[in-house]
């Protein structure tokens, strides 16, 4: 099975750009990355997805290498309101479908 | 409509109660599922429910029984509950499977006594 690893936690400051890493060494073939942001007693929220190179939309960008070993997850200025877990996700690579969740990282935004 | 909604947000069981967590979504998304969530802890799926059928069960206990009475309803009953299977319990929807752009709820935080 596909796994992600990624940090456990993360500090940052108002305004900064905050960059997480997400590593899959055993990415498969037909897996796209996926990315959740989650606050305290509430369910995910997709912020984004990619296969390769990058995608960017109003909230995040994803940047994945030629080799997909690994993606990068971008917030661009962030506020305190960004401070929430972020869970990077791949496909199991199987018929079946399923995501696989990596540990997920905790983000601070101090002010 | 946008969202997947959760019934109740909160719900204290004793281990010989009988209780269900209901789960609604008017996306006319055809997959649904269940998670469950320890604190701290990624969601573990449960159940995977497409186009109304059990699709997945990740060898839940029989004390966890899904229900998806009709394309945008999804039960979870509960029976004869332990302590550790107090947690936030989620329910999500997306397209289809293998669309991983999942709506989840907020989720009913369960405490078993």
């Known amino acids: 099975l596909a796994k992600t690893t990624q940090p456990i936690s993360m500090d940052s400051y108002e305004g900064q750009e905050v960059n997480i890493t997400c590593s899959h060494n055993?990415?498969?073939?037909?897996?796209?990355i996926t990315w959740y942001q989650q606050f305290p007693s509430q369910g995910p929220r997709f912020i984004i997805q990619?296969?390769?190179?990058?995608v960017t939309n109003e909230v995040a960008s994803l940047f994945i290498p030629a080799d997909r070993k690994s993606s990068t997850l971008s917030l661009p200025r962030v506020s305190l309101s960004d401070t929430a877990v972020y869970y990077c996700?791949?496909?199991?690579?199987?018929?079946?479908?399923?995501?696989?969740w990596g540990l997920g990282t905790s983000l601070a935004v101090n002010p | 409509d946008t969202e997947v909604t959760q019934t109740p947000k909160h719900l204290v069981m004793g281990m010989t109660n009988k209780k269900s967590l209901k789960c609604e979504q008017h996306?006319?998304?055809?997959?649904m599922y269940w998670y469950k969530q320890k604190a701290k802890k990624p969601p573990e799926l449960m159940f995977v429910?497409?186009?109304?059928?059990?699709?997945i069960n990740e060898s839940v206990p029989s004390r966890f029984s899904p229900e998806c009475p009709n394309s945008s309803l999804l039960n979870l009953h509960l029976h004869a509950l332990q302590p550790e299977d107090s947690a936030l319990y989620l329910c999500?929807?997306?397209?289809?499977?293998?669309?991983?752009?999942?709506?989840f709820g907020s989720g009913t935080r369960l405490t078993v006594v």
């Open positions: 999500a929807s997306s397209q289809d499977r293998g669309v991983y752009g999942y709506t």
């Open positions: 429910y497409s186009y109304e059928k059990l699709s």
């Open positions: 990619g296969y390769k190179t990058k």
């Open positions: 996306m006319g998304h055809r997959a």
């Open positions: 996700l791949s496909g199991d690579g199987g018929n079946n479908r399923k995501l696989i």
């Open positions: 055993n990415i498969a073939t037909n897996d796209y």
